[in-house]
């Protein structure tokens, strides 16, 4: 009988444990957070891998003044950093969007989205609400983040910090950011300062 009965309180323990990580890990968010989160920390570590030998190159070329020394390194990592730079805001675009998507509403709202024209209201698309209760347009914020990203793919030179700022806003807005994106968030910005970084080194 005692055997039984630990036998049922161990199972119990494994369901009550298998369920503490499938929390974890989907975050009830309906998106893999976790991966995101090592994504966007990947992208990141390249740009700033790209950016400090970006700087170096520019010791050679400062030390050696009428040369080529240096030159094509500072193309090459140039060139590098806005590949990075371009796949972070890729990857944080899919991230944002996919918390809209999939409801992914976990704190305090702020009321109607910001964009470019002012307010998003509803045009009759798919309403959702968060833990909050604030009602949102999932169709209108996706369509707002779509329209942000493609314009940003058809420019000669994106600014892609002010790109993400952008998406960022939205995630802030509507409350979507919480203890389960707080890894996300610290990549994010880490992300956005090298921008501002590298844009006072070097100018683009």
């Known amino acids: 009988m005692k055997s039984r009965i630990v036998t049922v309180l161990i199972a119990t323990m494994l369901v009550y444990a298998a369920c503490r990580k499938n929390d974890t890990q989907d975050n009830r968010l309906g998106i893999d957070t976790g991966k995101y989160e090592s994504i966007l920390a990947a992208d990141y570590s390249d740009a700033l891998q790209n950016h400090n030998a970006l700087k170096s190159a520019y010791v050679g070329i400062t030390s050696h003044p009428g ?28 991230f944002s969007s996919g918390m809209i998507r999939n409801g992914g509403f976990t704190g305090a709202g702020y009321g109607m989205m910001g964009g470019y024209n002012g307010h998003m209201g ?81 100018g683009n």
């Open 122 to 202: 509803g045009s009759g698309g798919m309403m959702s609400s968060n833990n909050s209760g604030i009602n949102y347009d999932a169709d209108d914020i996706i369509s707002y983040m779509n329209s942000i990203h493609n314009q940003t793919l058809n420019l000669i030179d994106p600014d892609y910090q002010v790109t993400d700022s952008l998406m960022y806003s939205q995630l802030v807005r509507c409350g979507m950011l919480s203890n389960y994106t707080s890894g996300i968030e610290t990549v994010f910005r880490n992300m956005q300062e090298l921008r501002a970084d590298h844009w006072r080194l070097h």
């Open 67 to 94: 040369s080529n020394i240096g030159l094509n390194d500072t193309l090459y990592y140039e060139r590098m950093f806005n590949l990075c730079d371009s796949l972070f805001s890729e990857d944080f675009f899919s």
